[in-house]
């Protein structure tokens, strides 16, 4: 059977580099980021005379649901190619909206592939000074607002995905430390690859 995961999280929680680290330790995977999309959203916001700020009503209505779409759609695409296809996107509405998960469930069922959300469970602070770290002009606003910004943000486990009769539907990954790290890459590489 094929599958499709999901790794998502808040902001700087860590995605890319466990994602990344996945995605070269598992056989025959499509890697795909919905960061790739920003060069696109950035000239969206260039033509229409915008602001370039991710956290705007502008990106709401105008962005981000169509990022989505479209990263969606690249790795249905490339599931007819290769077994695994990771997405590394935050996903943070979709994965605690029932009709969504439901519908890509749907969809994936018609491909005979799986789906896996791998939640990387990060502490705030730690997401912080990642986002201060890596000094990225999609993070101004959300570190000049912090207090604005992270009152929005979910950082508690989508539990709601978990099925207690499924032991790969949610996968959490610890991701607050270099041990964590090692060890959820571990057992999380153990459960997708048995």
Not at 51 to 70: G, L, P, V
Not at 171 to 188: A, K, V, Y
Request: aromatic content about 10%.
């Amino acid at each position: 059977m094929k599958r499709l995961i999901l790794v998502t999280s808040p902001p700087a929680s860590g995605k890319t580099y466990v994602s990344k680290q996945l995605a070269k330790q598992l056989r025959h995977v499509v890697y795909l980021d919905k960061d790739t999309l920003i060069v696109l959203s950035k000239q969206i916001f260039a033509v229409a005379g915008q602001e370039y700020n991710r956290s705007s009503d502008f990106f709401e209505k105008n962005i981000r649901n169509y990022e989505y779409d479209a990263i969606v759609a690249l790795a249905l695409e490339a599931l007819e190619y290769d077994n695994i296809v990771l997405i590394n996107a935050p996903f943070s509405r979709e994965v605690r909206d029932k009709k969504y998960m439901a519908d890509l469930k749907a969809k994936l069922a018609l491909k005979n592939t799986k789906l896996t959300v791998i939640w990387v469970q990060t502490d705030v602070e730690v997401c912080r000074q990642r986002m201060i770290s890596r000094n990225s002009d999609r993070d101004k606003w959300k570190l000049e607002h912090w207090a604005e910004y992270i009152s929005g943000i979910n950082f508690e486990i989508p539990h709601e995905l978990n099925d207690p009769t499924c032991k790969d539907d949610l996968l959490i990954f610890e991701n607050s430390s270099q041990l964590e790290f090692e060890e959820s890459m571990e057992r999380i590489i153990n459960v997708i690859e048995e």
